[in-house]
């Protein structure tokens, strides 16, 4: 610092010090002497030469002058100020720390909170002051000061006019410099845990989050580091997140550079905790912009996207879209695949002090890191990704889809111990997340083979879902002291459980890839055809089961009447909740059942789930498993006369959106109509009463299982459960049960689940008359069915639409490609056919008006008639060559044909005037002769393309508006229809296009407007009134549409506009033109007959 610097000199200096000291005090002392000098009313003086005074009066005399003279005194101190003082950071160790205060008060109270001062003097101006306070709110000391003295709410104020003015004009250039100031001032008084709710207080986070729409990357990164430092704050991030903020940092994370992406997403990040925050992403569709930021390769943003998704996760809609959108897949390729990644050391600090010295260009942002650092970043996101992959287990389906994609080998890759001071980190969260996966119990068979006794039974400890990292610390330090040996033994467990590793074995042409579970009588294998690539299911069942009999030829029997059944099962059954079968073979002293590989869980995956997290099955979604188990027991009932006979939770799979398939008909068994069976099989606790009396029974066994399985989805407990055999048998035979609590499930449940357990089966109702009991349930089941498949045609026949479209058009291209060298050469040929034509045309025409000249005596009519002979077949040779051209619908050959068809017609109209001398002049034709039109029949032509700019305009009017206060979904909707105009690849025809069916209000479809889900409910509540949707019964499945047509997006413009005064702007400004004379009267060149308006429409 320069004065620590001048006093450790020698002493034979010190009067040039003093003299130093005291010209800076002299320097000071005449700042703070001007700065409380009264402000006079004409002090308007600019620096830059300009003259700003929005005074009825003008300064004249010595008065004006002298106030000139004051400003521009005043304007050279103070940017001497900022010029001395630029480098001080800690102004109360200085020996003028009492003037620099006085500095600061005198700037806020008489320049900052005078108003007059503010209005009337030059932004230049304004701008050394601002200056000036961004360098004293260096000072921790200065901030309090600075607050004490009102000085956030004065600049808060200004700002905020500063900012409309500048969002409204343009985005000026000066108005940059001085928010860019203002935004660096609130980011360090923001940057202290207790000075936060200052900035709350004075309303300026909400001018920052208004800052966020402007497109100058100096104001937007000065915005957003001044609240990334107030959302440190649980208070602050609370009140940001009250504000429409997540659409405008979506657009920032889509479209901007590269800083202000990594700073977006890291205020993203601290403000996802506010459920509103969460919410608005949502509604936003930000989880698919936030899945493309996946592909980044800077450490710092991945890292904040990572720990954004982790938030996200924990809501079961967000869970299942990330799904959807491929998120698993791109989550453990970060934690699997090695890339080449980038970072840097910039901090919040760093990065504003640079952005508000305009010095943000050349702050190096991609500096590389040493790669001891490089390593602790990645493993930094290594660790976030884990936390996301956690997150996204709770969700069964999603758990199942990490597997299936080998994330417990990727992970499990993770726990061996690691280098630097992250490394055991990053082992407690890999973890985690395998505990969560082993607390799925199909998944746990997995684990056996993964860990050694020991280290197996500390994972069991931990327990189920436990999210505290603290609790894995065990685990990690357990295996750090692993010995070589173990290590090795670990890795090699690693590598057994690689679903990418070769076959287990190969059976018959089928590979074995994966064990999927095990059952009564044998196990299921995911295989894959050995010279295919679709994934099957192969369940190998062991004939030594004493269920087939007891020696060789009671097996050999019963296995021929299993294969003979399952080929009429293959043979006969085609059901979509019924499991499909393709082959059946023996080899050795086992039986092997090829069938289609469903990908999902057993039901009873989903109960040991559900209990081990204390939560339920509710009421729609057990209506919506037991109504497809209805449909599919009827199908075999009564159309197969079929009884599955082994219908349990563990024969049935639930897939996406719980679409169930009913599998194992091993034990089915084909009846005749009316005859009963008598063989005792199947599970027991879903046995019906006469199979464990062993007397005969018939397809209502069936409905007995799916009874006992309705129970056990309201329950998660089988209705009949106990340890002896014989108190269960008599507990099934007695249908005695623990009844179901009251108020969770409706009584039309519990009556079912009674009806169907009643122990007489004459008084058992079959599947039929279960599914006539829940009748209406059953049709608004259907009502939904059919609207689904309804909107899939819709989406189907664009889709062919399309895709013929761009067929057509890259057939058409290809064809153009290679047919121009031969049309073009065509053309050209003709062109010069037609050449000649036309000069054999002016040739004669030239010799029939030197024939006139010596008197030959010719009929004007024969004249013309001969010229329009001449002039029709050149007509027709230019139309032969427009059909030519035309129909290759090339640029080339359009080019080609243009030129000379001008200069043919230069030729002819440059001979006509030679010869129009000779020629006989044509009669005048009497005044009657004329066309005549009614005056009451003329109206004004509409331009077209009037009307095209008109719509234009209105659409860029409102995506240019002012952010809203809150989420605006109609806005949005119009929004992103603007973007599909002028998308990369768009074309102005396609432009014209569109415009034209929102102007005629086409029915039709827009495409790309909107994929979530409930987009429909929320742009109709900002409507004045719902838009006309065709009666859809009481089923209430309106937002099942899946588009928007273009008259409902015609009506969401006007509505907007409407909203906005867009009319009432425009009836004005078109009056006052009226009044000054400018508008244009109407013209007889502007109007036309009906008639013909008609005739041109038609």
């Known amino acids: 610092m320069p004065y620590m610097e001048k006093t450790s000199r020698r002493t034979d200096k010190a009067p040039t010090i003093s003299k130093g000291n005291d010209k800076e005090l002299h320097a000071l002392r005449r700042l703070l002497s001007m700065l409380n000098t009264p402000i006079c009313k004409t002090q308007n003086h600019s620096k830059g030469g300009k003259t700003e005074s929005h005074l009825h009066h003008r300064p004249t005399g010595d008065r004006g002058g002298k106030s ?75 901030q309090r000061v600075f607050h004490e003295l009102q000085g956030s709410w004065h600049l808060s104020r200004y700002m905020d006019s500063v900012s409309d003015c500048y969002l409204d ?61 107030l959302a440190e704050s649980v208070e602050c991030k609370e009140k940001i997140g009250e504000l429409c903020i997540v659409e405008n940092l979506l657009v920032i994370l889509q479209e901007y550079d590269l800083l202000s992406k990594r700073t977006c997403a890291e205020l993203l990040r601290l403000l996802c905790p506010v459920r509103r925050v969460r919410e608005q992403l949502k509604a936003c569709e930000g989880v698919p912009v936030l899945l493309s930021l996946l592909h980044a390769d800077h450490l710092e943003l991945l890292w904040s996207v990572a720990w954004v998704l982790v938030q996200l996760c924990q809501d079961p809609d967000a869970n299942a879209e990330i799904r959807a959108w491929g998120g698993v897949q791109q989550l453990l390729r970060i934690l699997h695949v090695e890339r080449a990644y980038v970072s840097d050391r910039a901090s919040i600090e760093t990065l504003s002090s640079a952005n508000a010295a305009r010095r943000i260009q050349r702050q190096h942002l991609s500096e590389e890191l040493s790669p001891q650092e490089t390593a602790e970043n990645i493993m930094a996101l290594q660790a976030a990704c884990c936390a996301a992959v956690t997150e996204l287990v709770l969700d069964d389906a999603t758990a199942h889809h990490i597997v299936q994609e080998n994330g417990i080998y990727i992970i499990a890759k993770l726990i061996l111990p690691q280098a630097g001071p992250k490394g055991p980190s990053l082992q407690c969260y890999a973890f985690r997340t395998l505990r969560f996966l082993f607390s799925i119990e199909r998944n746990r068979h997995l684990f056996k083979k993964l860990f050694p006794s020991d280290l197996f039974e500390m994972f069991i400890d931990v327990g189920h879902y436990i999210r505290d990292i603290a609790a894995y610390e065990p685990l990690q330090e357990k295996v750090s002291v692993f010995s070589s040996k173990e290590l090795n033994e670990l890795k090699e467990s690693i590598e057994i459980v690689n ?130 188990l209805c449909l599919a027991l009827r199908y075999l009932h009564k159309e197969k006369r079929i009884v599955h006979r082994d219908l ?18 091993g034990l089915a068994k084909q009846k005749q109509e009316n005859s009963k069976l008598m063989s005792v099989v199947g599970t027991i606790l879903y046995s019906c009463p006469e199979i464990v009396k062993s007397e005969p029974y018939g397809e209502k066994a069936d409905v007995w299982a799916v009874g006992c399985i309705l129970y056990h989805m309201v329950t998660l407990q089988p209705p009949f459960y106990s340890t002896n055999m014989l108190s269960l048998a008599t507990k099934i035979v007695e249908a005695v049960y623990e009844p179901i609590e009251e108020g969770v499930f409706s009584e039309r449940v519990k009556d079912l689940i009674k009806w169907c357990l009643t122990p007489d089966p004459d008084s058992r109702p079959n599947i039929v008359e279960v599914s006539a009991r829940i009748s209406d349930v059953l049709m608004k089941f259907m009502d939904n069915l059919c609207a689904s498949h309804q909107a899939l045609e819709r989406r189907s026949e664009r889709d062919r639409k399309r895709a013929q479209k761009y067929f057509l058009e890259s057939n058409q291209a290809r064809l153009g490609h290679w047919m121009a060298p031969i049309s073009q050469g065509k053309i050209i040929k ?105 005056q009451r029949k003329l109206r004004q032509i509409e331009d077209p393309v009037q009307r095209l700019v008109g719509l234009l305009h209105k659409i860029i009017y409102i995506c240019q508006l002012p952010p809203a206060q809150h989420y605006n979904h109609r806005r949005r909707t119009i929004e992103r229809f603007k973007k599909s105009l002028f998308h990369q690849g768009s074309n102005p025809y396609s432009l014209k296009v569109e415009l034209n069916k929102v102007l005629q209000g086409s029915s039709d479809l827009v495409e790309s407007v909107s994929s979530c889900r409930d987009w429909w409910s929320q742009v109709q509540s900002f409507g004045r009134e719902p838009f006309s949707t065709e009666p859809r019964g009481e089923s209430g499945y309106a937002g099942l549409q899946d588009g928007i047509t273009y008259e409902q997006l015609q009506t969401l413009i006007e509505d907007e506009l409407e909203e906005n005064g867009y009319h009432s702007r425009t009836a004005s400004r078109s009056d006052q033109e009226a009044m000054r004379g400018n508008q244009r009267p109407y013209s007889p060149s502007t109007l036309v007959s009906s008639e013909a308006c008609d005739n041109k429409a038609t």
């Open 68 to 142: 000139i003279k004051c400003a521009r005194t005043e304007d050279t101190e103070l940017e001497s100020f900022s010029l001395t003082y630029r480098d001080q950071r800690h102004f109360s160790r200085h020996p003028h720390d009492k003037i620099f205060q006085c500095i600061l008060t005198a700037l806020i109270r008489n320049r900052l909170n005078c108003r007059e001062w503010l209005d009337h003097t030059h932004p230049d101006n304004i701008l050394r002051v601002l200056i000036c306070l961004r360098l004293l709110i260096r000072e921790p000391h200065y």
């Open 169 to 229: 004009a343009g985005e000026q250039t000066l108005g940059v410099e001085h928010l860019v100031t203002m935004t660096y001032v609130f980011q360090k008084i923001a940057a202290k845990e207790d000075q936060r709710k200052w900035v709350i207080e004075c309303g300026a986070h909400k001018i920052l989050v208004k800052l966020l729409t402007t497109k100058d990357s100096s104001v937007l990164l000065g915005a957003l580091l001044a609240l990334t430092s």
């Open 499 to 628: 679903q990418n590793r070769p076959p287990l074995k190969v059976i018959n042409g089928y590979a074995i890839l994966d064990h999927l579970g095990s059952g009564a009588f044998g196990s299921v294998f995911k295989v894959r055809k050995q010279n295919g690539q679709n994934l099957l299911a192969l369940k190998e069942v062991n004939l030594h089961n004493p269920a087939f009999g007891k020696d060789k030829k009671a097996r050999d029997s019963s296995v021929e009447k299993i294969v003979s059944e399952l080929t009429i099962v293959k043979e006969q059954m085609n059901h979509p909740n019924i499991v499909k079968y393709i082959k059946t073979f023996l080899e050795g002293d086992r039986m092997y059942i090829v069938m289609e590989l469903i990908e999902g869980l057993p039901l009873s995956d989903h109960f040991t789930s559900l209990k081990e997290k204390q939560q339920q099955f509710t009421e729609d979604r057990v209506w919506n498993v037991f109504i497809q």
């Open 648 to 665: 349990s939770p563990n024969n049935i799979m639930l897939g996406e959106k719980d679409k169930v398939t009913i599998t194992d008909f």
């Open 830 to 934: 003709e062109n010069e056919e037609a050449c000649s034509e036309a000069g054999s045309v002016s040739i004669q025409h030239s010799s029939q008006c030197s024939s006139q000249a010596e008197g030959d005596s010719q009929p004007s009519s024969e004249y013309s008639s001969q010229a329009e002979v001449k002039q029709e077949h050149q007509a027709n040779s230019f139309e032969k060559h427009s059909r030519t051209a035309s129909s290759s619908a090339t640029e080339l050959r359009k080019k080609s044909f243009r030129p000379t068809e001008c200069s043919v017609s230069l030729s002819l109209s440059e001979r006509t005037p030679a010869c129009r001398d000779f020629l006989p002049q044509p009669k005048s034709r009497p005044a009657t002769a004329g066309i005549f039109v009614s």
